[in-house]
């Protein structure tokens, strides 16, 4: 049976847990825990060790989709989840005060991963705040010699999780028919 595995991260609240959940055949299962900094100011409960999810392809084929915890004080979860991870979903805040610092900070602490894995960025909450537009994160990763897939996505839309997937896909093999 083929196993596959994809990384969901990115700051608090960013969308990781409802992207999957959107995404995943079976109920995902959660490591929540009651929000005690002030992650409280943004929602009651935080992931404190991961999210996974599953999509059944077909019969033999699975993809594993694993989310990680937005906060910076369980980073150690980071390096255990991203171990033989095919690629990385990049999810960030258009409503943060610094989204830009954000994708700096979240592609620096996965530099190891995306020595052997594509990114792709999905920018959440653009209806809430329409600045930086996405060819802002654009500019900023060509600026930086990375050529990654931008896109705008309401994580609770399973079509729009989809569009992040794919494109991390067509990054590995630009054949697929997906």
Same mark, same amino acid.
């Given at each position: ?110 530099? =190891? ?5 594509? $990114?792709?960025?999905? %920018? #959440?909450? /653009?209806?809430?705040?329409?600045? *930086?537009?996405? &060819? ?17 996505? =309401? ?5 729009? $999780?989809?569009?992040? %997937? #794919?494109? /991390?896909?067509?990054?590995?093999? *630009?054949?697929? &028919?997906?």
């Amino acid at each position: 049976m083929a196993e596959n595995k994809i990384i969901f991260t990115g700051p608090v609240g960013v969308g990781k847990t409802t992207a999957i959940a959107a995404l995943s055949d079976d109920p995902p299962i959660k490591t929540d825990a009651r929000a005690s900094d002030m992650t409280t100011s943004m929602k009651s409960h935080t992931t404190v060790a991961m999210d996974y999810g599953v999509i059944n392809l077909d019969e033999n084929t699975k993809v594993h989709l694993y989310g990680t915890p937005g906060q910076e004080r369980f980073d150690f979860m980071w390096d255990i989840l991203s171990q033989g991870s095919m690629g990385l979903v990049l999810l960030l805040d258009n409503t943060r005060a610094h989204p830009l610092k954000d994708l700096k900070f979240f592609l620096d602490s996965f530099q =190891d991963l995306l020595k052997t894995a594509p $990114v792709v960025v999905g %920018v #959440t909450k /653009m209806d809430l705040k329409a600045s *930086p537009e996405v &060819e802002v994160y654009q500019k900023y990763l060509a600026q930086h010699n990375m050529n990654v897939p931008v896109f705008e996505v =309401d994580a609770r839309n399973e079509n729009d $999780v989809k569009q992040l %997937v #794919t494109a /991390m896909l067509y990054s590995i093999d *630009p054949g697929l &028919e997906v």
